[in-house]
Structure formats: structure tokens, C-alpha cells
């Protein structure tokens, strides 16, 4: 039996990333998943966003563990579509358990000369977005009589302030302040609320050439060894970035009934970056 044998699980941003990771590592822990993702680009973010394929190869990454899935590409930030797609997934999944609130997006730049459409951006994603989330999903948890856990996907940014990320790191602050709420009010449902927080992570939000150039702004097209030392100064432990499925793996931890009575914990995956 897996640590999620018989679960249903609601991943968001699961087209590629941390959010496929979320869905396979969960699903080869016995979990059926919905997977939401917005397959397609938002303009002010500057690196590659999934699509259509995308999500299509996370389906058969999960099929391919026997599990079931049900994708459905929708916009976090459009409340409407998003409940749908959960709903969608509950009636044909029949249950739900465990909610990966993972989807977010990240731009940068100092707090006086940023847009107003790259703040409302990552707002609306990173903070409205998990909110609608946990919105969508609260009551098919409660109705469901049998408790279950809602991780959110914080950041390191979400403990400590960075330069050039005042949008993003107000949004990974304030899930936060969500979690704890949410933890308490959900809590005589046996449903229980964490944040996980990781550092700098190998995906596509990461490695990438704007942040190559973010890294290494004296080079004029400097690659990912230009930068690659710049994010080892990020952390404790030897090592630039984490994996996903690092990320994976809190996230099972605390969905799973090892974690049982774990609720409202700030859980950091961060190589030490917290403490440097």
C-alpha cells in the first residue's frame, strides 16, 4: 500500500515543474490526481510557461502508474472556471483528500519601477489564486467527513525579503497568513493546512536566461554555468537548487497520515538558505 493508497488529489500548476512532480510522486504513492494547470502564457511573465502538451504529458506520466487522472486546463485566477474543474474532477474521481495549491508565477524588478500589470500579475496568481483554490475545494473536503490536508506552496520568500521581487514576495508572505487561518478555522474538520518553502528550485521559472542575466547583469548573454555560482551562494548545504520532487516529497509527507497531527507549520525545503 503507498503512504496515499485510495486518495484523491487536486494538484494546481501541474503542467510542468513542481506541479507534475507534485502529481507523479503522489500518484506513485497510490493517489488518483486532478490536475489544473493554465496552459498558457500571462504577458508579463518573462520565462516559458506550460501548455497544452504539457499537460498532456503529465497525464501520461500518472497513466502510466496505473493511476487515474483528470486534467483540465483553467485559470486560478478565474474562480468560476477553477471550481468547475475541481467539481469536475470530485464527481468523476469521487472523492478529495489532498490539495497542492502549487501554481505561481514570479517577474522581477525593483518595487518603484515595477508595472502595475506585473504586480497585479503575481498577486492575483500567487495570492488570489491559492485563495480561489482553497475556496473551491473546502467544501468537497468537509462534505467528504474524512479530514484531509491542503499544502501550499510558499518559498523562501515567503520567510525573508529579496530585492527585485517586492510582488512576489508579498504574495508568498501573505499565503502564509492564509495557511494559519485556514488551519484554524478547518481544523474541527480534522483538515489540515501547511506551507512548504522552497529555495531556489530546478524548473523553467529558474533556469532560465532573464534570470541568467538577473544573476549575472556585467555579462551580456551570460549562460547557465555564468550563473550556476551565483545560486550556490544562495545556500547552506552545497548545492545551487533543489529538485522537484524535494519539493514532492514535503508535500507527500504532509498530505500523508504520517502527518496527521502536523497543522499550520511553516516547513522549510531550503538547503540551509533560511539560515545563511
Known sequence: MGRVAGKVALITGAGHGQGRSHAVRLAEEGADIIAVDLCAPVESVPYRMSVAADLEETVRLV????????????DVRDYAALQQAVDRGVAELGRLDIVAANAGIVSYGPAAELSEQAWRDVIDVNLTGVWHTCKAVI???????????????????????WENQAHYVSSKHAVVGLMRTLAKELAQHSIRVNTVHPTAVDTDMLLNDYTYQLFRPELDAPALDDAKEMFYDLNALPTPWVKPVDISNAVLFLSSDEARYITGVTLPVDAGCLIK
Not at 63 to 74: G, S, V
Not at 148 to 160: F, P
Open 63 to 74: 497513466e502510466k502508474l496505473d493511476r487515474r487522472i483528470i486534467a483540465t486546463p483553467a
Open 139 to 161: 467544501p468537497h473536503l468537509i462534505k467528504g467527513g474524512h479530514g484531509g490536508a491542503i499544502v501550499i506552496t510558499s518559498s523562501v520568500a515567503g520567510l525573508k525579503g
